[in-house]
C-alpha cells in the first residue's frame, strides 16, 4: 500500500508519539508528525481548562466543547490540505468519540490514500508509563485503553504492551513499502 497519511490511533501513554518518531527514522521518505498534543499545546491557556474548549477531569475523563470541535475541525483540515499538497503525514491521535472521530478525519483526508492503525496497550501498562511521564492526569491511560478503538476500523494494529515502538514502527513501514 501506497500511504501519504498514516493515523495512528490509541489511547494515552500507549505509545503513539514514540512509533511516530520511529517512523520517521525507518521510512525513506521525510514524513510530517502532528498530534493531538501539539493541537492541544496551541491553544490558548483559557481553553485548556473551560467547558466551551477542553477540560481533563481529577479521573482523566476529558470533555471538549464547542469551540474545541470548531478549532479541532480547522486544524484538521489543516493536515488535510498539506498532505494533498504533497506532504507526507503522520498523526497521532486518540479517538475518544470512537467511530464519530475517525469519521471527522474521513471526511477530512477524502481520496488520500490513508492508512488507519491502532496502537493498544494494555491498560495497566499505560497507566505505568503515565505515572512515569509525569504530565498526564492519573486514570487518563487506563480509561482510554480500549475506549479509543470501540467501532474504529483499521487497516492494522500494533500492541506495545511488550512491543518497542521501533518494532511497531517496522510493522507500520513494511505496510507501507
Given at each position: 500500500?501506497?500511504?501519504?497519511?498514516?493515523?495512528l490511533n490509541g489511547g494515552s501513554s500507549s505509545g503513539k508519539s514514540g512509533i511516530a518518531r520511529c517512523l520517521q527514522a525507518v521510512l525513506p521518505d521525510p514524513w510530517l508528525t502532528f498530534g493531538c498534543d501539539t493541537f492541544v499545546d496551541a491553544l490558548p491557556a483559557a481553553m485548556r481548562t473551560a467547558s466551551d474548549g477542553i477540560e481533563v477531569a481529577a479521573d482523566g475523563e476529558v470533555t471538549v466543547g464547542p469551540e474545541f470541535r470548531t478549532l479541532e475541525a480547522a486544524w484538521i483540515e489543516g493536515i488535510a490540505a498539506m498532505a494533498r499538497a504533497g506532504a507526507r503525514v503522520i498523526v497521532d491521535e486518540v479517538f475518544l468519540g470512537g467511530p464519530a472521530s475517525q469519521e471527522r478525519w474521513r471526511k477530512s483526508l477524502g481520496?488520500?490514500?490513508?492508512?488507519w492503525v491502532g496502537v493498544r496497550c494494555a491498560g495497566a501498562v499505560a497507566?505505568?508509563?503515565?505515572?512515569?511521564?509525569?504530565?498526564?492526569?492519573?486514570g487518563m491511560a487506563a480509561s482510554q485503553a480500549e475506549l479509543v478503538h470501540r467501532g474504529v476500523l483499521y487497516d492494522m494494529?500494533?500492541?506495545?504492551?511488550?512491543a518497542e515502538s521501533?518494532?511497531?514502527?517496522?510493522a507500520i513501514a513494511a505496510r507501507i513499502a
Amino acid at each position: 500500500m501506497t500511504a501519504q497519511v498514516i493515523v495512528l490511533n490509541g489511547g494515552s501513554s500507549s505509545g503513539k508519539s514514540g512509533i511516530a518518531r520511529c517512523l520517521q527514522a525507518v521510512l525513506p521518505d521525510p514524513w510530517l508528525t502532528f498530534g493531538c498534543d501539539t493541537f492541544v499545546d496551541a491553544l490558548p491557556a483559557a481553553m485548556r481548562t473551560a467547558s466551551d474548549g477542553i477540560e481533563v477531569a481529577a479521573d482523566g475523563e476529558v470533555t471538549v466543547g464547542p469551540e474545541f470541535r470548531t478549532l479541532e475541525a480547522a486544524w484538521i483540515e489543516g493536515i488535510a490540505a498539506m498532505a494533498r499538497a504533497g506532504a507526507r503525514v503522520i498523526v497521532d491521535e486518540v479517538f475518544l468519540g470512537g467511530p464519530a472521530s475517525q469519521e471527522r478525519w474521513r471526511k477530512s483526508l477524502g481520496d488520500l490514500p490513508v492508512l488507519w492503525v491502532g496502537v493498544r496497550c494494555a491498560g495497566a501498562v499505560a497507566a505505568g508509563r503515565e505515572t512515569a511521564r509525569g504530565d498526564r492526569v492519573a486514570g487518563m491511560a487506563a480509561s482510554q485503553a480500549e475506549l479509543v478503538h470501540r467501532g474504529v476500523l483499521y487497516d492494522m494494529e500494533v500492541d506495545t504492551t511488550e512491543a518497542e515502538s521501533l518494532e511497531c514502527a517496522r510493522a507500520i513501514a513494511a505496510r507501507i513499502a
